[in-house]
């Protein structure tokens, strides 16, 4: 397992942007598929956005898709999220989440594929 921490939510407006960051401890950044997922009160946490242990594949849920980025820094040992274009229903806690050691480019996308989770960081959005 890893520690991971993320940062960057907050309260925005719709339309507004944010960048929320996932730092994780050891040296071990580059050999790990991260994931963001989020979850709204009364709901089940949903799988947002994940990127591959080489950074060279990425996939997003249907309601982010052309709105969000994902993004890893192996030399930071940081991941990205860029929202952009926020709404009302993107409002949730937002964790990060890494499935350890995983080389394939097939990343998963449901909550009990990863062994390795964030605090959780609130995004909310007003309109």
């Known amino acids: 397992q890893v520690q991971l921490a993320e940062s960057g939510g907050g309260l925005v407006q719709t339309g507004d942007s944010l960048r929320l960051s996932c730092a994780a401890s050891?040296?071990?950044?580059?050999?790990?598929?991260m994931a963001w997922f989020r979850q709204a009160p009364g709901k089940e946490r949903e799988f947002v956005a994940s990127?591959?242990?080489?950074?060279?594949?990425?996939y997003y849920a249907d309601s982010v898709k052309g709105r969000f980025s994902i993004s890893k820094d192996n030399v930071k040992y940081t991941m990205y999220l860029q929202m952009n274009d926020l709404k009302p229903e993107d409002t949730a806690v937002y964790y990060c989440?890494?499935?350890?050691?995983?080389?394939?480019?097939?990343?998963?996308?449901?909550?009990?594929?990863?062994?390795?989770w964030g605090q959780g960081t609130q995004v909310t959005v007003s309109s």
């Open positions: 989440a890494a499935k350890t050691f995983y080389y394939s480019d097939a990343v998963p996308d449901t909550p009990t594929e990863f062994d390795s």
């Open positions: 050891g040296r071990t950044f580059s050999k790990h598929a």
């Open positions: 990127i591959s242990w080489s950074a060279l594949t990425t």
